[in-house]
């Protein structure tokens, strides 16, 4: 990537921001123009993302590509020569979680359409977090990514609260409050890694290369990760999850949970593993008993949920277990696949909260027990939903598989019973999957559910999008490995290859 | 020769004294002049502060001045208050001024 | 003992704003007679805080003290600065308000540039005496202020509470003041300085006795607990423009004098009043959040959120150096941007509704859209949430303390502020969930349209100016941070 | 056709499946000429792939290694540390495999352009058959394990969406769940095991394994804990005892694909992954011997069941079972080849019966025995044609079932202890009376639904084509175990010569084993016959007879029960558990109770506001005096 | 509301004899013993003068803050408090600092003593003037005492190494004050102006504001 590539990572939080802003200038009513703006920005987000994604030069020994910095604050305070630097740049695992964003925003932005009260207000918001994830991603700047990291939640409440449905107030109000409570933990990190680092400046790459005494990475480490982690829906602070994506409309719960639970994962990444690897290595146990916890506890839990949104919240929690183990592993393969698992995840989950919402506006009810036989009345529902069940249950050729496979292997290599555990996961979520597939899809189809219809051309657009990207990781992962084996192999130091 | 002390000692009771009447006063006028016992104390520390510890700038008499000068200010605009309460409760009692509370 | 050869034109600022205070009375008293019409006293404080504000740019660079007892320097021009910017805004914004609301406009108005000339003098006082005087021209202006409300019977409580409790308070702090005087001999800063650092023999206990008496003082100035009780009560009984003069000058004078004192002259007893202050900072902040939850008044809930700010900026003071100042001066100017926003949205939304209950503001953003938007941006603002000023000052305010080695204080400090946002966003919620008729929005229903309700164009003036700065300040803080950067380092060398 | 070109096979049906998947609407006939074409088209590369190996086989070039071509690789972290490649493993047991499932996939999609025309979604069972035939073939061509996984699934996959084809059947649905989770079950022993063996060997090329095995490089009790994990994934996917359940339910998909996915190629995928393995598994005994005892007991529940069971299909399925068993038996025993040869032969005979009994129910729409009867009248062609798969799977001489069955039993017989041959053996003997029976009752006697009867018919060419095909299969290709034989079809030496993993295999003619064998089928015939005969009421009789034992039977020694209560109780019990712990510890103790208890404090302080001043000032007066005295004590 | 009503609500003869006679029979009481030990320590050469004024005079302090906290009778308190003023500026004379001591007679025996007395006059007429204290006088008193105690030992425990040198000389005091803190003293005088006016404006009623005569007009 060159420099120029820098400006588009700039780019890629600067547009969805900027379309927020124009937004707020449009008049409500100008409905067409709101999807025409929204439209083509989430497009123009998908390609700068893919292209993106394609510049990223993985046979590089640069660890970050396309840096571009500004001094935005220095000499003041406390902060040294550097101070705060508005930098941005990109490495393996921010690219894929570049593109994993642009693909989720493309559908998000589709089926969006459908919301009729207050659109303009949805969007603004909805764009505000897309630009924050973004943000998160490509900023070399701890204060930045901070920013970054807060501004992809502070909609939240809003988007949840007003056009969510169920208890929503409750649902949002609990994620906002449990995820800000949890950036507590991030917030008192970061500090202690800039006052420990000593050489004023929040430039990551600076602090990178600082050095940090191992008692402090060992007491750091782990709020680091609990704070990142509570984002990421780890156990047992994952109680926001299931509740808040039941209540978030579709396309907030596609981006929460499909983007916005990985950027909690990249945080523990970026400025945990990253910075405290000694901490890191010692917690590492830690993370796989979490992990393994949650994505047996989050199994087990889904095992009995009738309402399709909380069951795939607690899918959620579930597979993200499966991301802290691949973390904790703390050797290249597992973190590939925990990387891999939150590319894979992030795509398959946004699908799952589209299809749910799919049928939700129209049937406004997502209880399991209440469907049969929808695959005769809206048999690509039915498609595109089995295959992102079986995506979810590990089946090769999708890309869980390929995630779940590095993270098995990861854990395999260090800790066979973690790695047995989990692979024992993958057996349960086929079970509670594959009876919701079976209750709901097959059997005779209930005569209250004849007036249905199918998937919306934008949901069918979307729910495309969202499979092949499904079948892309699944048969061809080779892109993504090389990009975020590459990265993690030359640039963390403590992990084993 | 009278120490030092002397002042400060009594000084400090009448602080406390009139503190005690601030909390125990239900009167708001009575609360002032509470408070007038404590602001007297407090001159009191003043010049003698002044005149055994600072003889040649006496600042202390200064600030006794000042305290003197603003608590007597204080004394006039707490009394336009008290009867702007007054009028509309009939009560001067602190006490039942507290319809703002929580 | 000096001459009488003073560079008055130091003391200009305030000159312009004492000599606006009589005009504004006289013009008041004589309007009839000079054909005046009330509606020329709000314009004539403005110009004279404007005036303020530009003899107060025009100093800059100006380093001179004012026969020892007052300086002129990057920290005095600071405030100065931010005081008069504060009155004009304030005044913009509620002078419809006040036509309506207020006994005596001219009376009140007078109050507003004098508690302004008090702030100042709080500011660049480098002696007791002077901060004293100070305070207390502050604090009595405000007594006025807050209960001149018309026929409302809660400003009469108000005030009383206030005057009373800042009365207990003043001795309090002249007490201390008088112990710190007699320890150290000087009412000086500079000497009190020399003289605490060569550590007179024997006058430690009343040195602590005088220094806790002084942090009590200025702790109910600048509203610390448990000397806060009277905070939410003036706030609630006092007509809304005093409200976020109250909340904005009064409390960021306190401050200045908090900075000049305990970054000066008892700089070298830290060891005696950092545990203190760092125990009050943990108080105020925890307290002050906690109580705000359960308020259902804007004004009594901007009162203790108010508090839990004092609570994070009094970890300035434990912490104190250039870094921290810098970083407290900072947080204070996005404060109040940000706390200004917010009440200059409230008294907007109090001119068309008359109500000061968060319930009534259900539904406000679908009435008013762009007040929804501005009141909202400045809760999430006050909360720290990002891409506004509140996000990036506190960062940086709690940034500086972790840097001056008091993490733990940062992490309850960042508790306190997650607890804070519930409460904004429970007003977030009426204004943004809840519809005017009290329902939730359904997401699939079609737009209703709702009769909406226009600001006066000094609302949107004042508004907007605020949300703009509060944005720009999020995103760009350089020129604050300098400007908080140079007045720290002024007072620290 | 050259073997480095055995990823055609794979390819082309895949290509096709995408093909007819997407576009199967707009294309002439949904596509089936599709399909059938390209499996001809495999049949035809397959027997390529056979000539081109028996040349190099002939040629004595044959190594293990040399017939593994490298394709791509499709994962490769670190340089080599993880490395997944696509590649393609020829030799003599991929070349059994290979023939059978082209020819048997053949058959099918032939015989289900009749049988299922008018069904709906006609284009998408083609195009499952399609995905089915890419997968199972990249099964047994794939030269790495975790290939084999990735197509492992890929028929269970499958498998599923086959099963659960008449979806709108609430019993489909349920069976399609039962077998995907059943399986699953398995595969997570399989992924397990392979893993395990990735983790010391650091490969995942079978070959490679086997080699670094055969170097000790593995400890035996880990190598042991592996392979039976590793077994696990055959037990799950070849249905042997515990988790043989779901294959008797998978009857609810259509019959075609009952032959071809339930009885000829996907249930003996377990069976060609041991024989895969087996040089491994001769390093651990014990893992052995539990292939051994495992196929035991499934070979002769499953014949005990398939006495009692009244559908056609089912009876099928659990004869299915218990010959999966026996070619279990066969592996334990290390007797690699028997296996294979009674997998190819076995193949053949019961698609064959799944065929016929298709076109029966395609005739009649019935599936139950106790409404058949007397249907030799009305299809000949039909009851030709089952009774000779009957006999072969009963294993009368000459017919292929003889042949491989005898292998097993003389396998049995020779290397394992007695009590295994006769439970064998008598499994056997079993197998020739439910067959007799099944025969009997469906074909001979008296039409109990007469209705039916009067509308049966004989079924068009396209169903009875394949029946005749795969009829002189099933007479013939127990054949290939002659030496001369093999020389004619371009092997030397028959089957044993060709599939083996140690050693040839010569092939026995034990003339008084064979005839102990002939003669027990022959009397499990005698029994049927003397039993069922005629009467319809026998059937009911035989219920009276024992009925203890006949319910326990019927209800499958109450194995699925068992399971269901496991499921309900255990599984779903331990999930209302933690939904509970959640709800109520986590979420309501934890995460509302924290929220409550801060707004408590804040309801709490709140009222220190009293609103009077006096308690103003005392709060200040209190907070003057702490400090003070804290001030004074630290001083 | 005339001036005589006013005049008969006050607290007038009939009780203030009372008052006086009991009042001031009470003080002598108490007052004597401590006056008469005084004296005879004084004839006796173990205290200066000095020092015998200055616990006079720190007895009428005492005894007036006592007084002005503790009497029911808020004009009692009132007069008490006055006493006690009276008492500080004696201290005042002791301290060398006569222009203080000036001020202080001035500002409270004139200004602050009468500003009371309107006070209680406008605001307790109707009704008993006696007014009981809060229910939480024993805090108070705790509290106070704590305070004390503190203060008393932070005091003693200092070693003060001083003592009294300089009379503080009129001129010299002028010059201080108007020309070393002529600011603070202007600033003073704006706090007596926002006194004032706002106590004006604070105090009148409402309707004396002319908005509605404007808007009439």
């Not at chain 4, 019990?573 to 995460?591: C, H, I, P, Q, T």
């Amino acid at each position: 990537m060159t420099e120029t590539d820098g400006y588009i990572l700039i780019a890629l939080f600067a547009l969805p921001l900027g379309v927020a802003l124009l937004l707020m200038l449009l008049p409500s009513r100008e409905r067409s123009a709101l999807m025409a703006i929204t439209g083509l920005s989430s497009l123009v987000l998908f390609g700068l993302s893919v292209y993106i994604f394609a510049r990223y030069d993985y046979t590089s020994t640069e660890q970050f590509q396309g840096v571009v910095a500004w001094t935005w604050l220095e000499n003041v305070g406390f902060l040294g020569e550097r101070g705060i630097q508005f930098k941005v740049g990109l490495d393996g695992i921010g690219s894929a979680m570049v593109l994993l964003t642009g693909i989720v925003i493309l559908a998000g932005t589709w089926v969006s359409w459908k919301i009729q009260r207050r659109t303009k207000d949805f969007f603004i918001l909805l764009y505000v977090l897309v630009g924050g994830v973004y943000g998160t991603f490509v900023m070399l700047d701890m204060f930045f990514f901070f920013l970054m990291y807060e501004t992809s939640l502070l909609p939240m409440y809003l988007l949840i609260a007003v056009w969510g449905s169920t208890r929503k107030q409750y649902g949002a109000m609990k994620l906002m409050m449990m995820l800000l409570a949890a950036s507590i933990l991030i917030f008192t990190g970061i500090f202690a890694i800039f006052t420990e680092a000593g050489v004023g400046t929040f430039d990551m790459e600076v602090l990178y290369a600082a050095e940090y005494s191992t008692t402090m990475q060992k007491i750091f480490f782990p709020m680091i990760a609990l704070g990142c982690g509570t984002l990421g829906g780890m156990f047992p602070f994952h109680s926001w999850s299931p509740d808040g994506h039941a209540a978030a409309p579709t396309a907030v719960s596609m981006l929460h949970a499909g983007v916005l639970m990985k950027v909690g994962a990249f945080g523990i990444i970026r400025l945990g593993i990253q910075v405290l690897p000694e901490g890191a290595v010692y917690w590492g146990p830690a993370l796989i008993t979490v992990g393994i916890v949650a994505a047996l506890y989050g199994a087990i839990s889904a095992l009995q949920q009738t309402d399709m949104k909380l069951m795939s919240g607690f899918s959620s929690v579930s597979h993200m277990g499966y991301v802290f183990v691949g973390l904790g592993t703390m050797n290249v393969i597992g973190m590939t696949g925990a990387v891999l698992q939150m590319f894979a995840h992030g795509i398959m989950t946004a699908l799952f909260f589209l299809l749910i919402g799919g049928i939700y506006d129209q049937a406004h009810n997502r209880d399991i027990t209440n469907f049969s036989g929808m695959a005769k009345q809206m048999p690509l529902w039915a498609i595109f939903f089995i295959i992102g069940s079986l995506a979810s249950l590990g089946l090769p050729g999708l890309s869980g598989f390929i995630a779940e496979l590095h993270i098995f292997v990861g854990a395999f290599r260090s800790y066979p019973v973690v790695g047995g555990l989990a692979i024992l996961t993958a057996a349960i979520t086929t079970t509670y999957l594959i009876r919701m597939g079976a209750q709901v899809f097959f059997g005779e189809l209930s005569p209250r559910w004849t007036g249905l219809k199918e998937l919306t051309w934008m949901e069918r657009a979307g729910a495309t999008v969202l499979v092949l990207s499904i079948l892309a990781l699944g048969l061809w992962p080779a892109p993504w490995i090389d990009r975020i084996a590459t990265t993690l192999a030359q640039t963390i130091p403590g992990v084993s290859l | 020769m009278i120490p030092l002390e002397y002042y400060l000692v009594l000084s400090g009771i009448l602080f406390a004294l009139g503190f005690y009447g601030v909390l125990a006063r239900r009167s708001a006028i009575l609360i002032l002049i509470a408070v007038e016992l404590m602001l007297a104390a407090v001159s009191l520390n003043f010049v003698a502060f002044a005149s055994y510890m600072d003889a040649e700038l006496f600042t202390g008499v200064i600030f006794a001045i000042f305290v003197i000068t603003i608590a007597a200010a204080e004394v006039g605009l707490a009394l336009g208050i008290v009867l702007r309460i007054f009028r509309e409760r009939r009560s001067a009692n602190v006490d039942e001024a507290s319809s703002l509370k929580w | 003992m000096s001459d009488l050869n003073f560079n008055y034109a130091l003391l200009l600022p305030e000159i312009i704003l004492a000599a606006t205070g009589g005009i504004v009375l006289l013009s008041d008293a004589f309007r009839r007679e000079l054909k005046l019409g009330r509606n020329m006293l709000p314009w004539i404080t403005v110009a004279g805080a404007v005036l303020a504000t530009l003899a107060s740019v025009a100093q800059a660079g100006i380093v001179e003290d004012f026969a020892g007892i007052v300086l002129v320097d990057a920290f005095t021009t600071f405030f100065r600065v931010l005081f008069g910017l504060t009155l004009a805004v304030v005044v913009i914004g509620s002078h419809e308000y006040v036509a309506k609301q207020i006994r005596g406009q001219g009376e009140f108005y007078t109050m507003l540039l004098f508690a302004t000339v008090g702030a100042s003098f709080m500011a660049m006082s480098t002696e007791l005496i002077t901060a004293y005087v100070g305070i207390e021209l502050l604090s009595f202006s405000l007594y006025v202020a807050v209960s001149l409300a018309k026929s409302d019977p809660r400003s009469g409580e108000a005030g009383l509470k206030y005057v009373l409790l800042g009365g207990l308070a003043s001795a309090i702090l002249l007490y201390g003041l008088s112990l710190v005087y007699g320890a150290a001999g000087s009412t000086d800063y500079a000497t009190i300085a020399k003289n605490l650092s060569e550590g007179r023999d024997g006058m430690h206990a009343p040195l602590l006795m005088g220094l806790t008496m002084v942090i009590a003082g200025l702790g109910f100035k600048a509203s610390a607990v448990p000397f806060h009780m009277w905070t939410p009560d003036a706030y609630e009984g006092a007509p809304l423009p005093v409200t976020a003069v109250l909340s904005a000058t009064s409390k960021a004078a306190a401050f200045a004098v908090l900075l000049r004192l305990f970054g000066g002259p008892f700089l070298p007893a830290i060891a005696d009043w950092q545990g203190t202050i760092a125990f009050l900072a943990v108080l105020t902040m925890v307290v002050g959040n906690l109580i705000a939850i359960q308020q259902h008044n804007i004004k009594r809930l901007l009162a203790y959120s108010s508090i839990g700010q004092v609570g994070f900026m009094l970890m300035a003071i434990v912490t104190i150096s250039d870094a921290s100042t810098s970083a407290v001066l900072m947080h204070l100017g996005g404060y109040l941007i940000t706390n200004l926003a917010v009440f200059m949205g409230v008294i907007a939304f109090y001119n068309q509704t008359g109500s000061e209950e968060i319930a009534d503001m259900k539904g406000l953003a679908e009435t008013n859209p762009f007040l929804a938007l501005v009141i909202a941006a400045g809760l999430f603002s006050l909360a720290g949430m990002p891409l506004l000023a509140g996000f990036t000052t506190k960062f940086i305010l709690f940034q500086a303390a972790a840097y001056g080695g008091y993490l733990w204080l940062v992490g309850v400090a960042v508790v306190a502020s997650t607890v804070s946002l519930y409460y904004y966003l429970m007003v977030i919620k009426q204004i943004y969930v809840i519809q005017t008729d009290g329902s939730l929005l359904d997401p699939q229903a079609h737009d209703v349209v709702v009769p909406r309700w226009r600001l006066t164009w000094t609302g949107y003036l004042t508004t907007a100016t605020l949300l703009v700065a509060m944005v720009v300040v999020g995103l760009w803080v350089a020129p604050l941070a300098h400007a908080a950067d140079s007045a720290a380092k002024a007072l620290f060398g | 056709m050259p073997m480095d070109q055995a990823w055609l096979l794979i390819a082309v049906p895949a290509v096709t499946f995408v093909l007819v998947a997407l576009l199967n609407p707009v294309l002439p006939r949904r596509g089936d000429l599709i399909v059938v074409l390209a499996l001809a088209s495999v049949v035809l590369m397959g027997l390529g792939i056979i000539a081109d190996f028996t040349g190099y086989f002939r040629g004595g070039l044959f190594t293990p290694e040399g017939a593994n071509v490298f394709g791509f690789d499709w994962i490769n972290i670190g340089q080599g540390l993880f490395v997944i490649q696509f590649d393609t493993y020829v030799d003599g047991i991929t070349v059994v495999m290979i023939s059978v499932v082209s020819i048997v996939a053949l058959m099918v999609a032939v015989y289900s352009m009749s049988y299922m025309h008018g069904e709906p979604r006609y284009g998408w069972y083609f195009a499952l058959l399609s995905l089915f035939a890419t997968a199972m073939l990249a099964l047994v061509l794939s030269g790495n394990l975790l290939l084999l996984y990735f197509a492992w699934e890929g028929v269970g996959l499958a498998s599923f969406l086959l099963i659960g084809f008449y979806w709108e059947r609430q019993s489909a649905a349920e069976a399609a769940k039962k077998a995907f989770i059943t399986t699953r079950i398995g595969d997570v022993g399989l992924l397990i095991g392979i893993v395990l063996l990735w983790r010391q060997a650091g490969t995942f090329n079978i070959q490679e394994i086997i080699n670094f095995a055969e170097a000790g490089g593995f400890s035996n009790t880990y190598l042991t804990v592996a392979m039976l994990f590793l077994f696990a994934g055959a037990v799950g996917k070849s249905a042997q005892f515990p988790l043989h359940v779901w294959l008797p339910d998978a009857m609810e998909g259509p019959t075609p694909v009952s032959a071809l996915i339930h009885a000829a190629t996907m249930v003996v995928a377990g069976v060609y992954l041991v024989a895969r393995m087996m040089p491994v598994f001769d390093l651990v005994p014990v893992a052995r011997d539990y292939v051994l005892y495992t196929g035991l007991v499934t070979a002769v529940m499953a014949a005990t069941q398939g006495l009692v069971t009244s559908d056609i299909k089912r009876v099928l399925a659990f004869s299915t079972v218990s010959q999966l068993g026996f070619m279990f038996v066969a592996l334990g025993l290390g007797n690699v080849t028997a296996a294979m040869f009674h997998l190819f032969t076995h193949a053949f005979f019961k698609a064959l019966l799944f065929l016929g009994s298709g076109s029966v129910i395609h005739a009649t729409h019935h599936q139950e025995v106790d409404q058949l009867g007397g249907l030799r009248h009305k299809m000949p062609i039909t009851t030709a044609t089952f009774i000779i798969g009957s006999m072969a799977l009963a294993g009368v001489i000459p017919l292929a079932g003889f042949w491989s069955k005898d292998e097993i039993l003389h396998a049995a017989m020779t290397d394992g202890p007695l009590p295994v041959y006769l439970l064998l053996a008598g499994s056997a003997v079993l197998t020739a009376i439910y067959t007799t029976r099944l025969v009997l009752l469906t074909f001979f006697g008296e039409p109990k639904d007469h209705h039916a009867y009067e509308h049966a018919h004989e079924s068009p060419a396209l169903i009875t084509g394949p029946l005749v095909i795969l009829a002189t299969l099933a007479t013939v290709s127990g054949f290939v175990v002659f030496s001369s034989v093999g020389r004619m079809l371009g092997f030397p030496g028959g089957i044993g010569e060709v599939v083996f993993t140690h050693e040839p295999h010569a092939f026995v003619f034990d003339i008084v084993f064979a005839g102990t064998a002939v003669a027990s089928a022959l009397a499990g015939i005698g029994i049927g016959i003397a039993y069922w005969k005629g009467d319809a009421m026998r059937a009911v009789r035989a219920r009276q007879w024992a009925p203890e034992l006949h319910a326990l039977l019927v209800n499958r020694y109450y194995l699925d029960d068992l399971y269901q209560a496991v499921i309900d109780r255990v599984v779903l019990g331990l999930g209302n558990v933690v939904a509970l712990f959640d709800k109520r510890v986590v979420n309501e103790s934890g995460v509302d109770g924290g929220a409550q208890t801060v707004s408590w404090f804040g309801m709490r302080l709140k009222f220190l506001q009293t609103g009077r001043i006096p308690n103003y000032a005392l709060a200040m007066a209190v907070g003057v005096v702490v400090l003070a005295v804290m001030a004074l004590q630290s001083a | 509301m005339g001036g005589a009503v006013v005049l008969n609500r006050l607290p007038l003869p009939a009780q203030l004899d009372r008052t006086v006679t009991t009042g001031g029979l009470l003080a002598g009481a108490i007052v004597t013993p401590p006056l008469i030990a005084l004296i005879v320590l004084r004839v006796l050469g173990n205290i200066s003068s000095a020092q015998m004024v200055w616990w006079m005079l720190a007895g009428v302090i005492v005894a007036g803050a006592l007084g002005a906290v503790t009497l029911r009778n808020v004009v009692h308190s009132a007069l008490a408090l006055i006493a006690a003023a009276m008492g500080l500026a004696g201290m005042f004379l002791l301290l060398a600092s006569e222009f203080l001591a000036l001020v202080q007679v001035l500002v409270y025996g004139g200004g602050v003593a009468i500003l009371l007395m309107f006070g209680l006059m406008l605001t307790n007429a109707t009704e008993d003037p006696v007014v009981i204290d809060g229910s939480q006088k024993p805090f108070a008193a705790g509290v106070g005492l704590i305070l004390g105690v503190a203060l008393t030992a932070a005091m003693l425990s200092a070693n003060w190494d001083a003592s009294i040198s300089t009379v503080v000389d009129f001129r010299d005091l002028g010059a201080r004050l108007y020309r070393d803190f002529g600011v603070p003293f202007e600033v003073a005088s704006l706090v007596l102006l926002v006194a004032l006016v706002g106590a004006v404006a604070i105090s009148r009623r409402d309707n004396d504001d002319d908005n509605d005569a404007e808007a009439a007009s």
